[in-house]
T-cell receptor, first 114, second 110 residues
Framework: DGGITQSPKYLFRKEGQNVTLSCEQNLNHDAMYWYRQDPGQGLRLIYYSQIVNDFQKGDIAEGYSVSREKKESFPLTVTSAQKNPTAFYLC?????????????FGQGTRLTVV | QKEVEQNSGPLSVPEGAIASLNCTYSDRGSQSFFWYRQYSGKSPELIMSIYSNGDKEDGRFTAQLNKASQYVSLLIRDSQPSDSATYLCAPCDSWGKLQFGAGTQVVVTP
């Protein structure tokens, strides 16, 4: 089955901890994205990558880090510097370096600070 | 700042009626436009794409685009309870990257 797999589905983080969210795709897409969604709000772009070994900050990158060592994988680390990390995190991918094309989403990871 | 504006709703629609969703965008360089449906607690799924001015129909969905007015809309005909969801408008900006509106919540009432 081709698609985008995010794990875990639910994640709990203690204050001051770093946590890493996994995103893997087998669609052979060039571009991958991380979005954050808060209750009742739209999607906000955290980071995106159009090719391997390159990524760019989105609108709300502070407190987050990413890597793109393989085409298939784009993990997101939520660091202790992110003061309000509780949210729904969505990973997406697009063909054609993500230019003027649609994005396809994984099932999301719901992160809660405890 | 590029903006995508949608009425937040909720838009209440009787079952079998037409739901009309509107979206305006600020970036005149936008060339591609997408509509996503998001059920509560789930991730967005693509339901329509439109690239040229005019109408595009796919089943019960019709997307309408007017680039001069910077306006894109989605019509849902014969609305069903399963259409109850939040609909996200997503134009691509001048750099070809998706920008998302906050979404319109649709509630189809029996």
């Amino acid at each position: 089955d081709g698609g985008i797999t995010q794990s875990p589905k639910y994640l709990f983080r203690k204050e001051g901890q770093n946590v890493t969210l996994s995103c893997e795709q087998n669609l052979n897409h060039d571009a991958m994205y991380w979005y954050r969604q808060d209750p009742g709000q739209g999607l906000r772009l955290i980071y995106y990558s159009q090719i391997v070994n390159d990524f760019q900050k989105g609108d709300i990158a502070e407190g987050y880090s990413v890597s793109r060592e393989k085409k298939e994988s784009f993990p997101l680390t939520v660091t202790s510097a992110q003061k309000n990390p509780t949210a729904f995190y969505l990973c997406a991918s697009s063909p054609d370096r993500g230019l003027n094309t649609e994005a396809f989403f994984g099932q999301g990871t719901r992160l809660t600070v405890v | 700042q590029k903006e995508v504006e949608q009425n937040s709703g909720p838009l209440s629609v009787p079952e079998g009626a037409i739901a009309s969703l509107n979206c305006t965008y600020s970036d005149r360089g936008s060339q591609s436009f997408f509509w996503y449906r998001q059920y509560s607690g789930k991730s967005p799924e693509l339901i329509m794409s439109i690239y040229s001015n005019g109408d595009k129909e796919d089943g019960r969905f019709t997307a309408q685009l007017n680039k001069a007015s910077q306006y894109v809309s989605l019509l849902i005909r014969d609305s069903q309870p399963s259409d109850s969801a939040t609909y996200l408008c997503a134009p691509c900006d001048s750099w070809g990257k998706l920008q998302f509106g906050a979404g319109t919540q649709v509630v189809v009432t029996p």
